[in-house]
């Protein structure tokens, strides 16, 4: 009786999971997603369980039946876990307490005796283990020439530069000081000068005439003009020791390259009380050459001859 309701529970529920299965594949898109389909799991758990528990009874019935036939023909089992001993036994080729006496050895200190104990195999089999490593290495690096760890390293320092331009070349919304672009529209520059508000204007001035950082409406730059170097000291920060703080851990490269336009939005306006430059006066080398900067050019070389003259 025990037995055939033991089977119908068995045949039941495996036309439960199939029957879930089916729904679910038909029905669904991921059928073994547990959010769009959870009966399919409560299926396969309950599935799972119940063999588990199936095969429990079944073991312990037996193992219940066999200490009842031993008991009948008075034979004496072996104790539980016997083959993990045997295998321990055979890993570590201890000795019984019983048979100590066997490998004791002759001499004694102050009535502490010492046993010769053979060496674990587990332990011979990996000191073995790394004679042939030592072998199979030398042949490799010393024999065939094989990558020493630096080449290796530099190979992968290359290969990861590699994938890096990679991404660079076809991410279309990496911003670098490499490609990064002078914004001029309003949107962009209104961004860029919310963000100045909030970040720069404590230490250049809302007009960008400089308080305790230098006036960014003249042509004098310390780390250099145009969008890329002025892209690239917000990013990277000036000066060590006293010029701004990195910005990049701060700001997107996005608002960086919409502040960097903005701030060079601010070139030939009029502060109201702008600082002193600082620098070097910046002239753009992509930029055409105008009578005007060219006559500036040669005054500057006739006189630094003349000094140079004195």
């Keep these: 009786m025990k037995k055939k309701i033991q ?21 669904y898109q991921n059928p073994f997603s547990f959010y769009e389909n959870p009966l399919v799991w409560l299926a396969l758990i309950g599935f799972v369980t119940v063999i588990i528990l199936k095969e429990v009874v079944n073991n312990m019935a037996i193992s219940r039946a066999k200490e009842l036939q031993n008991e009948k023909d008075g034979i004496v089992p072996e104790p539980e876990n016997a083959w993990l001993q045997k295998i321990l036994k055979s890993w570590t080729k201890t000795k019984a307490i019983e048979q100590e006496q066997e490998i004791i050895l002759d001499h004694n200190y102050d009535g502490i005796k010492e046993l010769d104990n053979a060496l674990p195999p587990w332990w011979v089999y990996m000191f073995y ?3 042939l490593f030592a ?12 990558p020493s760890p630096e080449m290796e390293y530099q190979q992968a320092v290359a290969e990861a530069r590699m994938e890096i331009d990679k991404y660079k070349a076809t991410a279309t919304d990496l911003i670098t000081a490499d490609n990064v672009e002078l914004l001029t529209d309003a949107g962009a520059l209104k961004r860029g000068k919310a963000v100045f ?36 000291t917000i990013y990277n920060g000036g000066r060590d020791g006293k010029g701004m703080i990195a910005w990049n851990k701060t700001l997107k490269t996005d608002d960086i390259a919409k502040v960097a336009s903005y701030v060079l939005s601010l070139q030939g306006t009029t502060p109201a009380a702008g600082k002193a430059p600082d620098g070097e006066k910046w002239m753009d080398g992509s930029a055409p050459e105008t009578e005007e900067v060219k006559t500036e050019v040669i005054e500057e070389v006739i006189e630094v001859k003349n000094k140079e003259t004195e």
């Excluded at 072998?135 to 094989?146: A, H, K, Q, S, T």
């Excluded at 230490?203 to 170097?229: F, M, Q, R, V």
């Design 7 to 27: 089977s119908t529970v068995y045949i039941l529920f495996v036309l439960v999971t199939f029957f879930a299965l089916v729904k679910a594949f038909i029905g």
């Design 135 to 146: 072998v199979v290495y030398l042949v490799r690096f010393e024999v065939m020439d094989g």
């Design 129 to 131: 283990a790394t004679i």
């Design 197 to 232: 508000n909030l970040n720069c204007a404590s230490c250049h001035l809302a007009d960008g005439g400089g308080s305790i950082g230098p006036n960014l409406t003249d042509e004098y730059w310390i780390l250099g003009g145009g969008i890329k170097n002025v892209f690239n």
